[in-house]
């Protein structure tokens, strides 16, 4: 059994150089090779499984899925539907996949850069204390400063857990019937995505949802507010400081967790 399951949700919209808004993020084919790459990278030296779970809308190329194959341990790939709850049900069908005892969960548009193997470390000992653990936050230990919010959630941009954690019984019953699920996790804003099913479960049964603080000098975790085609191939060849340094010039990490690259 892997120590580590990293479990990332891709999608082959076509591309789209910047985020704007919620569901309407950055979409690039490399998120799919050298970001996957980018990603297994940042677990180097640990025990890992890798599953790669595609919602594909344009067709993957013959190529893509090769390379794919050739450094992941699982790919799915699921024809694209516009059935409601579609992309919640790709979460828990690429997370109920994993097999290890501990479970990454990252979208395609995360970037992760770390130091050494420190700050993973961290994480993996701070769930005695949390039951997620999520990307490093300016609001730490909250994603943002939002008093609307009374519960705090489990970005699926980047979290790790127990995979004991994730009670997918409870999850498909809250997917279910939205209403129902909010009568027994009330919520002063209702949001009906997977990371705050995952976040209102931790608040009410179990130990939360942790967002450490942002050290330069340990670990980088960000998402794409703007991104250019081949940018991660270059950073992936960067050493940590050069990426580091890099960031700095595009003005560091912003609002929620963005480099505009």
Request: net charge negative; proline share 4%; hydrophobic share 35%.
């Amino acid at each position: 059994m892997p120590t580590i399951s990293l479990v990332i949700n891709c999608d082959t919209r076509p591309a789209k150089d910047s985020a704007d808004g919620l569901f309407s993020g950055t979409s690039n084919e490399d998120f799919l090779t050298d970001g996957i790459a980018n990603k297994i990278k940042f677990f180097e030296g640990f025990d890992i499984e890798t599953i790669v779970f595609i919602d594909e809308h344009l067709p993957i190329s013959d190529d893509t899925l090769q390379y794919l194959r050739s450094i992941a341990d699982t790919v799915v790939v699921r024809k694209h539907t516009s059935e409601p709850g579609f992309n919640d049900n790709n979460y828990l069908s690429a997370l109920s996949l994993a097999t290890g005892k501990y479970v990454c969960h990252c979208d395609q548009d995360t970037a992760l850069f770390t130091s050494s193997a420190e700050p993973i470390n961290k994480m993996i000992g701070w769930l005695e204390s949390w039951d997620y653990i999520s990307y490093p936050s300016h609001w730490s230990p909250k994603a943002v400063d939002d008093p609307t919010f009374d519960h705090v959630w489990a970005s699926t941009r980047f979290f790790i857990c127990k995979r004991e954690t994730i009670d997918f019984t409870e999850l498909r019953w809250m997917m279910a019937d939205y209403n129902r699920c909010y009568e027994k996790y009330p919520a002063n804003r209702k949001c009906f995505w997977t990371e705050h099913w995952l976040g209102l479960i931790a608040r009410d049964k179990g130990k939360g949802v942790f967002y450490p603080a942002i050290v330069d000098s340990d670990c980088l975790i960000f998402s794409w507010g703007r991104y250019e085609q081949w940018l991660l191939r270059r950073l992936n060849g960067y050493s940590y400081q050069q990426v580091l340094d890099w960031v700095i010039s595009k003005s560091g990490i912003q609002y929620p967790n963005d480099v505009f690259a």
